[in-house]
């Protein structure tokens, strides 16, 4: 039994290939839910979708949201007619956050509905939201104040300086802290370790659970540059270096192993001081050998 | 300047044939919106969007909702996931559901938001929708009690005995009492009388604006059964003969004139009694020709 902890983009690429290699049925994904939001009546949870979309081979790999393939009739529709949406959907996709909305305002809870939702996409692996209850996120920018997460990322294109992260204490969903509790390894994927891993660990008995184990982390960090996304502004926001270094300092508390980059090689004695157990490997999934290689170091 | 009473079925059908002789720009149509109701979290005012569609020429001909030629991906996708929905919406349909439920979170009203979408669609004529106002229409069954509409048209397929059918009393909207005022005729199109037209007449200053105007109304039905619908039961409900005697009854208050089919001309004479001025034609329109010919006759 292994968990993971992951955001919407790393980590789903190592979920590729620890898929590959492990049975499917023992593995456990807690997503961050902190950029949920409700978007043209459907329900967003832009990172479960990916994980879910990621084991059933759906996802779009070209912007790892989305499903490959899908069609956009509902949103010319919409755009033809005056309304444009922030994020592009595509119509199978749509379903998917229509249903969640449908579902939510019957009272189901969102682990519920993800349990639905996977099932029906023949998906084995459990896939637990890190709370059922809303959670938000604002960015404090030095240049447009408070802004919602989306519009950082969307409207603005990370083009700001970021002063401060907030998000909101929620609680754990039913199943959480005893997932990481059963699992003999936790791995923590190359996700921004501010906007979508602090705020799994941040909830109320992970920190606590996730110290009993072998936590094992993945730096999404090459140098001072992150993978993807607005990572390294985030770091900064909070007093860390946008390296493995700040990733090893954030982890600390809970960390066993943490995985650089073989670019990072140079910074291994360093990390060591704060983590003891380093690990250099290829940490660039470009294709699915990288992924299976990846997942086989984290599995060890 | 013409102003049309319209449901979803009957009267776009003869629409077809006003709009092919008469400027669009001069014609406005009061839309039915008891059966309005939220779905799937799309707005869905299908007799609006009936209406809208056979201006656009996108209806769905042999439905009389929905668009021609729509694709069924986001519904497809629902039912793969475990969600059936009651109504049948298309991805294009959808956007037009979505759309309204949109704006109507964002405050809108009705008639803004069938403003805006019908100008979108090249539409020139108006389209008012009888209230701005949610009403409820509620169909009381000897065999299952109080039911919703859609219900007892879809999940009944109108198999049980109506006993009574219930809405509430709403407010015009805004432009509904001017756009009668200022017309030279209003038109009744043949729509069921008690769920479509009646809730429009039943609206406060719309029965007292008929009255001072040129009213004609082309029966919907043929002998005692409606051209489609439920629309004798609904009649014998209200204790009106499911014939154009009936209709001659019910809009007698305003009517000027009534047109009824040529196999209804045995009947000419004792509708006569109720309604001076009756004339006989074909209303069965199955062409556009027959569309046409009866429009004519209608804006004589």
Redesign the interface.
């Known amino acids: 039994m292994i968990t993971i902890l992951s955001g919407g983009t790393g980590t789903p690429k190592l979920i590729q290939g620890i898929k590959e290699i492990y049975p499917e049925e023992e593995i456990t994904v807690i997503v961050n839910t902190v950029e949920n939001l409700y978007m ?3 329900y967003i949870a832009a990172d479960i979708d990916t994980v879910m979309y990621t084991f059933a081979d759906m996802i779009d790999e070209e912007f790892w949201y989305g499903i490959k393939g899908d ?1 956009f ?3 010319e ?2 755009i ?4 444009t949406e922030l994020l592009k959907l595509g ?2 996709d ?3 956050k ?2 969640k ?3 939510l ?1 019957e009272g189901w809870t969102l682990s519920e509905i993800v349990e ?2 996977k099932s ?2 023949g998906i084995k692996a459990a896939i637990i939201p890190m709370s059922d209850e809303e959670s938000e996120i604002t960015i404090v920018t030095k240049e447009y104040g408070e802004i919602e997460f989306h519009d950082f990322l969307i409207k603005y294109q990370c083009k700001c300086e970021v002063l401060e992260v907030k998000y909101g204490n929620v609680p754990p969903s039913p199943k959480l802290i005893e997932a990481i509790e059963k699992s003999d390894k936790v791995i923590i994927g190359p996700s921004n370790p501010i906007t979508s891993i602090r705020p799994i660990i941040s909830i109320e008995g992970v920190e606590e659970a996730l110290k009993g184990k072998d936590v094992i982390a993945v730096s999404p960090f090459i140098g001072k540059s992150a993978f993807s996304g607005p990572a390294g502004q985030f770091m900064n926001a909070f007093g860390y270096e946008s390296s493995s270094i700040g990733v090893a300092e954030i982890y600390n508390p809970f960390l066993s192993k943490l995985v650089i980059d073989n670019q990072d090689a140079e910074y291994e004695s360093e990390i060591e001081e704060i983590i003891p157990n380093v690990i250099v490997a290829n940490t660039f999934m470009k294709t699915i050998e990288d992924k299976i290689n990846l997942a086989k170091i984290v599995l060890e």
């Open positions: 043209s009546r459907g069609t009739t509902v949103r529709q919409l033809e007619m005056g309304t119509d199978k749509r379903a998917t229509l249903q909305a449908i579902l305002e639905l939702q029906k996409l």
